[in-house]
């Protein structure tokens, strides 16, 4: 008897496979967060543990713990929740909430008092910590260098804000057709671009600043809101184009302070620029 092998499209017994069609994943229009899950998990570079990253209302970043905790046993100022993906640093009326990692992190000093349960929870976080070191799985971040680490100041939407790479290594955090995180820089070649100037420090939260000390700045508040939108979002020209496209990662910008981010104070232009003014 000569065997009859079944189509690849059917079952042993001959019955249709139930194909169907895949749907791409996007963001609402209205969500206030476009930051998938898979892009919220992350480990801390200190102790190794998990952490989940969220923004809050502000659009900076925090590390949560991943497990929600009884609110009774968190004190009222390490109480944080989510709505649409934001968070937020209060309760919302439920019997649980999330906690910062910096309280939990076995790598940090606990500061206030903070209970039998949280205390449980740091310990339990510094076995964990220990048994990845101990296994390999896990080597803590090295020390600082000594030197100012490659950042940018650059001025857009009427504020500041300091990037971890310089300008051209701004790259974009947006999702893929492969599901992937864009390989493309923020910064468009060929297409509207900043300008490096030498601007004002200035006060920031009421800080004093000398009134002639000057900075080297990426100023981008000649460009079209938009454009300076689009490079706020962190997103290259082709994804700014996708409002439906999620993100695989959060944001690099940080709220540049003065007295926070001292070192990444330049009072003189990139040394491609100085050399065009005729600048040492």
């Known amino acids: 008897m000569c065997p009859n092998p079944a189509s690849t499209g059917r079952h042993w017994d001959g019955s249709p496979h139930a194909a169907r069609p895949h749907r791409p994943l996007r963001v609402a229009a209205a969500s206030p967060s476009r930051l998938l899950r898979t892009g919220q998990s992350g480990r801390c570079r200190q102790c190794g543990n998990r952490v989940d990253w969220y923004q809050r209302s502000d659009q900076r970043p925090i590390a949560l713990h991943p497990t929600e905790l009884r609110i009774a046993h968190v004190p009222p100022p390490c109480r944080w ?3 649409s993906g934001i968070a937020y640093p209060h309760g919302d009326g439920s019997p649980w ?3 910062p990692h910096t309280v939990l992190c076995p790598h940090r ?3 206030g008092r903070l209970g ?8 339990q976080l510094a076995v964990r910590s220990r048994r990845l070191i101990d296994t390999g799985a896990f080597t803590s971040a090295p020390p600082a260098d000594t030197g100012p680490p490659p950042g940018a100041v650059v001025h857009m939407l009427l504020g500041r804000y300091l990037a971890q790479n310089l300008v051209e290594d701004i790259r ?5 057709r492969h599901r992937h995180r864009c390989p493309q820089p923020v910064l468009a070649p060929g297409g509207p671009s900043g300008t490096w100037s030498l601007l004002p420090t200035g006060p920031r939260r009421g800080q004093l600043a000398l009134p002639d000390a000057l900075m080297a700045v990426y100023d981008l508040s000649h460009l079209p809101y938009q454009e300076q939108l689009r490079w706020r979002t962190q997103r290259c020209p082709a994804h700014a184009a996708a409002p439906g496209a999620a993100d695989l990662a959060l944001a690099d910008w940080q709220v540049f302070d003065p007295l926070l981010h001292a070192e990444h104070i330049h009072t003189r232009l990139p040394h491609s620029l100085a050399s065009r003014h005729g600048e040492a």
Do not use: G, K, Y
């Open 109 to 111: 000093t606990a500061t």
């Open 97 to 99: 909430c999330r906690i």
């Open 116 to 123: 039998p349960h949280v205390v449980a929870v740091r310990r």
């Open 81 to 83: 929740h989510l709505s």
């Open 172 to 176: 974009c955090v947006a999702q893929t």
